[in-house]
Each structure stands twice: as C-alpha cells, then as structure tokens.
C-alpha cells in the first residue's frame, strides 16, 4: 500500500475502525495514559503503511495526526510508553498555542492547562513584566503544561484521528532499496517489561516495516538520522537545559519568570538564562538553560550552575533539597537547524530531529509541531501523485518548505547566539535591557519569533528581516 494512489484510510469502507474522528480532543489525557492502538507492539499487526513516524513527541504527533486527517495510513512509533518525561521548561507560549489550537486540542482550564500572561525578566538591571503580544495571528496568552501529559495528549489526539500507536517499539535501523539505497522502511524492536513491571531489554526478533516514506522525530539524538548519515552539524550552535521541580507556593504565577544573570565560576556572564516556570499543581519548574556556539562553554558543570543559581533564592520559595521533587535532569538544545538535510530519499526530518529549536530562547516545541504539519502538507501533496517521479519532485520541495519557513529567522539566531557568547556582549545586555522597556518589547517581540506579517512598523520590520533566506 506504501506510497500509490488510492491507498490508505481513504479506501477503507465508511465507519471503520481508522475512520474515527470524534473531535473530542485530549481533554482527559493528563490523567491517563495513551493505550496502544493495536497492541503493544507490531509482532502480529499490519507491516506497510503510507507513512512511518518514529518517535511521538510533539514533532511525530502533529505529523501523524495530519497524515491521520488526510486519510493516509500512518504507523507512529514510540520507544517508550506513555505517560513518559522529557527534560523540558514546560513553558507553551502563544506560537505552541496556535499550533495546538490548529491540532484541535482541547485546552480547557480543567484539562491540567495553566494559562499564562507573559514574561518577567529580571536580572542585574531591573526587572520587567512584559505581556504576550496582542497580535491577530497568535492567541495572546500562553500555557504550562508537563511534557508528560502534553505528550500524552497529542499522542492520544493523533490516535483519534486514525494514527496507529505502537509504544515501546524503537526502530534501530533503517530500510532500504537495495539497488537505489532509498528509504522505504525501518526495523524495531520490542522491549518487553522486566523486573517488577519495569522495562526491560529488548525483546523478540526484529521487524521490518515498509513506507513509501519514514519521518524522523526521534529527537535530538535521532538515531534514524544517524542512520541515515545524517549527523549534528558542529559549526550550528547546540545548547543545554538542566531543570527540576519543587513544591513552592509560586505554582499559582501567571507570569514566566527568566533570570538573565547566569554567570560561570570567574563571575563571567553566560550566554543563557534561569526560569521559574509555575505549573499550577502546587509545583514549580525550575531549570536554566545555555545558548551555546559551536566550540563554547563546553565545561561547564550544569548541575552545579544550577545549584548554585538557587543558593540565594528566598527560602520561603521552597527551592531546596527538602522540597524537591524531581531529580535534576539535563537534554540537548539542536538550535537553529543544526542537522541538514532535512529530506534525503525516503526520509524527512522534524523537530528536534532536524534542529529546529528557537535559537534566542531554546523553546522546541512550537516549531515541533509546525514543522510536522508542513511535512504533512508535503507528503500529502507527495503521495497524491501518480508516478514515482512526481512524487520525489514534491518531496524534495521540503527542505525550501522550512528555509521559507525559519531559514532567515535561524540564520539571524546563530549570529545572536555567537554575539552573547562574549561575556562583556552578555554582561552589557542584562545589565542596561531592562532599563530600557522599548527596547526590550521589540527583543521580546524578536526573541518569542512574535509578529504579524502585516501589523504595524515594527512588526513588518521584524518580519521582513526574519525572513529573508536563508538555511
């Protein structure tokens, strides 16, 4: 069924199983878990699809939840299962919101959704609360949700409309054409439970799965796109996130709070900030993360960054041992498409896969989810197509999709992310920023990728210089 016409959910009888699409969104899923579509693994199930998706993060979810909708035949794998946590500030501003809004995602306050107004800044030279813009194409709040439910719920909202679920299913290599080494599948592997309901290791013999194509979003690591030869790009910066929780009575703050004042061992600016992100559940996220080029802050001991960056904070905060209830984890930042090419044959990248993270800010998550709706949009318009040729003409039409998209916003963020790697750069902006709120609403409008294309003077200049080319 892998790629021709007429195949997929489309020619399947009217009311079947893959048809459902009951609109009712995810409005449960923070308090249960997403079940496998079709068992727990892909032992006995259907081994061809239009389109393999590997990984359900919010990258793979948004690609298969359109696919899903269009009426292709989507396999989405999962190396683990859900609930499951991903080191992440938690934080949704409005470009995530849009995006989720455009999945159908129910976000109603009792689904475990703490809105938000904006974002305090505070460093050496003030402090200052800026408001989300007020823009027509961006909702003018933001949200705070756990990476382990909001993952839960898009995986669930993609199972909803058709998208076939297998957890604990990782794909450990690729498929392909022997005489044209094309993409067209991957192999997985189960992993069973071990001790004590825990898993284990992997279990079973492999399983090849055929699709005309697979997706990578698999993340930061993505070892489908390594298989590929895909590799980190080592002269695009990469950044770190380190974060925790602690129960706090500053949960209820509908403001993001941002910490400009990170500073390494010698009292040297780092190029990075600190947040205190409430969840709205009696806990607080609280992490820091680092903007880093190539070559740049490689040694530093993010942990103890952390630790101490906390020291001073009031005790009545509750940001100590005795109140903390996670422990601290840390992940990659693929900033600025950091992984190219995005489309070899048979294979695209989204996400985190791809690099595609907010260079001035870290923030993933809204361009994991747009980035899968335009690889949605392409292999839809791909695998429409009658002859093998047209349809790899549309596919290699995805790369320009997202230079359109974000190459002259990223391109723009690697030369900031190299310029705030100079302590004194660095030192210099926290210090005066703040003091000046002008200057800083068009940074905020710049740094949160917020703008409309036809709003007034700043944006349209903010937005022409965004988007002129680039890669």
């Given at each position: 069924?892998?790629?021709?016409?007429?195949?997929?959910?489309?020619?399947?009888?009217?009311?079947?199983?893959?048809?459902?699409?009951?609109?009712?969104?995810?409005?449960?899923?923070?308090?249960?878990?997403?079940?496998?579509?079709?068992?727990?693994?892909?032992q006995?199930?259907?081994?061809?699809?239009?389109?393999?998706?590997?990984?359900?993060?919010?990258?793979?979810?948004?690609?298969?939840?359109?696919?899903?909708?269009?009426?292709?035949?989507?396999?989405?794998?999962?190396?683990?299962?859900?609930?499951?946590?991903?080191?992440?500030?938690?934080?949704?501003?409005?470009?995530?919101?849009?995006?989720?809004?455009?999945?159908?995602v129910?976000?109603?306050?009792?689904?475990?959704?703490?809105?938000?107004?904006g974002?305090?800044?505070?460093?050496?030279g003030?402090?200052?609360?800026?408001?989300?813009?007020?823009?027509?194409?961006?909702?003018?709040?933001?949200?705070?949700?756990?990476?382990?439910?909001?993952?839960?719920?898009?995986?669930?909202?993609a199972?909803?409309?058709?998208?076939?679920?297998?957890?604990?299913?990782?794909?450990?290599?690729?498929?392909?054409?022997?005489?044209?080494?094309?993409v067209?599948?991957?192999?997985?592997?189960?992993?069973?439970?071990?001790?004590?309901?825990?898993?284990?290791?992997?279990?079973?013999?492999?399983?090849?799965?055929?699709?005309?194509?697979?997706?990578?979003?698999?993340?930061?690591?993505?070892?489908?796109?390594?298989?590929?030869?895909?590799?980190?790009?080592?002269?695009?910066?990469?950044?770190?996130?380190?974060?925790?929780?602690?129960?706090?009575?500053?949960?209820?703050?509908?403001?993001?709070?941002?910490w400009?004042t990170?500073?390494?061992?010698?009292?040297?600016?780092?190029?990075?900030?600190?947040?205190?992100?409430?969840?709205?559940?009696?806990?607080?996220?609280?992490?820091?993360?680092?903007?880093?080029?190539?070559?740049?802050?490689?040694?530093?001991?993010?942990?103890?960054?952390?630790?101490?960056?906390?020291e001073?904070?009031?005790?009545?905060?509750?940001?100590?041992?005795?109140?903390?209830?996670?422990?601290?984890?840390?992940?990659?930042?693929?900033?600025?498409?950091?992984?190219?090419?995005?489309?070899?044959?048979?294979?695209?990248?989204v996400?985190?896969?791809?690099?595609?993270?907010n260079?001035?800010t870290?923030?993933?998550?809204?361009?994991?989810?747009?980035?899968?709706?335009?690889?949605?949009d392409?292999?839809?318009?791909?695998?429409?197509?009658?002859?093998?040729?047209?349809?790899?003409?549309?596919?290699?039409?995805?790369?320009?999709?997202?230079?359109?998209?974000?190459?002259g916003?990223f391109?723009?963020?690697?030369?900031?992310?190299?310029?705030?790697?100079?302590?004194?750069?660095?030192?210099?902006?926290?210090?005066?920023?703040?003091?000046?709120?002008?200057?800083?609403?068009?940074?905020?409008?710049?740094?949160?990728?917020?703008?409309?294309?036809?709003?007034?003077?700043?944006?349209?200049?903010?937005?022409a210089?965004?988007r002129?080319?680039?890669?």
């Amino acid at each position: 069924m892998t790629g021709r016409p007429g195949v997929g959910r489309n020619a399947r009888e009217p009311g079947s199983a893959g048809d459902r699409t009951d609109g009712t969104g995810a409005q449960d899923a923070g308090s249960r878990a997403v079940a496998p579509a079709s068992g727990p693994s892909v032992q006995a199930q259907a081994r061809e699809a239009d389109v393999i998706v590997v990984g359900a993060g919010p990258a793979g979810s948004s690609t298969a939840l359109a696919l899903a909708q269009a009426g292709l035949e989507v396999l989405l794998l999962e190396k683990d299962t859900f609930p499951r946590e991903k080191v992440c500030g938690d934080g949704l501003t409005p470009r995530s919101v849009r995006a989720l809004l455009a999945m159908g995602v129910d976000m109603d306050s009792g689904g475990g959704w703490t809105r938000t107004r904006g974002i305090r800044m505070i460093s050496t030279g003030g402090r200052l609360e800026l408001d989300w813009p007020d823009l027509v194409s961006f909702p003018s709040y933001g949200l705070v949700r756990s990476r382990a439910s909001l993952d839960d719920a898009l995986a669930r909202r993609a199972v909803e409309a058709g998208a076939h679920l297998h957890q604990a299913t990782s794909a450990v290599g690729l498929v392909r054409d022997d005489r044209s080494g094309r993409v067209i599948g991957v192999r997985t592997r189960h992993r069973g439970p071990g001790p004590a309901g825990e898993h284990g290791g992997d279990h079973g013999d492999d399983v090849e799965l055929r699709a005309a194509v697979v997706v990578a979003a698999d993340g930061v690591s993505s070892r489908v796109s390594l298989d590929a030869g895909l590799s980190r790009r080592m002269d695009r910066p990469l950044g770190v996130a380190t974060r925790t929780y602690f129960t706090s009575p500053r949960h209820s703050d509908d403001y993001l709070e941002t910490w400009l004042t990170l500073t390494d061992p010698a009292g040297r600016a780092l190029p990075g900030y600190g947040w205190v992100f409430g969840m709205g559940d009696g806990t607080c996220n609280v992490g820091l993360g680092l903007l880093n080029a190539p070559g740049v802050n490689r040694h530093v001991d993010y942990r103890a960054l952390l630790a101490g960056w906390l020291e001073p904070m009031p005790r009545e905060w509750g940001f100590g041992e005795d109140t903390r209830t996670a422990p601290v984890t840390g992940a990659a930042l693929p900033l600025a498409f950091n992984r190219t090419p995005h489309y070899v044959p048979g294979l695209m990248l989204v996400g985190d896969a791809g690099g595609m993270v907010n260079p001035y800010t870290g923030e993933g998550i809204a361009y994991a989810l747009e980035s899968g709706r335009i690889a949605a949009d392409v292999l839809v318009q791909a695998l429409g197509r009658k002859r093998a040729s047209e349809r790899e003409r549309v596919l290699t039409s995805y790369p320009r999709a997202l230079a359109d998209a974000y190459g002259g916003y990223f391109a723009l963020g690697r030369w900031f992310v190299k310029a705030m790697n100079h302590p004194s750069v660095m030192a210099a902006a926290t210090q005066h920023g703040l003091s000046r709120p002008g200057l800083m609403r068009l940074a905020f409008a710049l740094m949160g990728n917020l703008t409309d294309p036809r709003g007034d003077a700043r944006d349209r200049i903010l937005h022409a210089l965004t988007r002129r080319p680039g890669s």
